[in-house]
């Protein structure tokens, strides 16, 4: 996640269009593989039993994915066209979705309902022994915040800006 907020700062800041996509490249590092941790951490911090052969699904997935936009100068699956400008009034630059970025934002949503899923699940098991509830509130909400952000981004509900860093940096907090 700390990849995520380091690399978007440098894109922001980067005085070209190359840096910027470069940075962007290592921003996707931590975005692909921080949803294959986060659902390897509640797992093991319930001491649920996932199976391995899923677990070895969501980072074949992350690791795919991660090369598909390291390489996406080559192809158009994941950024169909990117302009050579920043967007008025953003920090971003506009990028026409290929057909494999849906894929991801899907495949990111089902990681994030398999995360409350679990979480839900722990909620309810406990019975009347809640002690933990703030805890499992604030742990749910920090594994939702992020998604809050592609969910935006995804949708263009920001006119293209990509809050996703920030949320991370709040489901952090």
């Known amino acids: 996640a700390g990849l995520i907020?380091?690399?978007?700062?440098?894109?922001?800041?980067?005085?070209?269009?190359d840096g910027y996509f470069q940075a962007s490249k290592i921003e996707y590092l931590g975005k692909s593989f921080s949803c294959a941790f986060s659902i390897s951490f509640i797992t093991k911090f319930y001491k649920d039993k996932m199976p391995k052969w899923l677990l070895v699904i969501v980072y074949v997935v992350s690791v795919g994915f991660f090369f598909v936009i390291l390489f996406n100068d080559y192809h158009w699956l994941?950024?169909?066209s990117i302009s050579k400008e920043r967007m008025p009034g953003s920090v971003d630059y506009a990028v026409e979705h290929g057909p494999l970025y849906m894929v991801y934002m899907a495949i990111l949503f089902i990681i994030l309902a398999s995360f409350l899923v679990v979480c839900y699940y722990h909620y309810k098991s406990e019975g009347e022994n809640h002690q933990d509830v703030p805890f499992q509130i604030v742990l749910a909400l920090g594994g939702t915040?992020?998604?809050?952000?592609?969910?935006?981004?995804a949708t263009g509900a920001l006119n293209g800006t990509d809050f996703t860093p920030v949320f991370t940096g709040l489901s952090i907090l």
Do not use: D, E, R
Request: charged fraction near 5%; aromatic fraction near 16%; hydrophobic fraction near 45%.
């Open 5 to 17: 907020q380091v690399s978007k700062i440098a894109g922001i800041t980067a005085p070209t269009y």
């Open 145 to 153: 915040l992020p998604f809050v952000g592609v969910a935006l981004c």
């Open 78 to 80: 994941y950024y169909s």
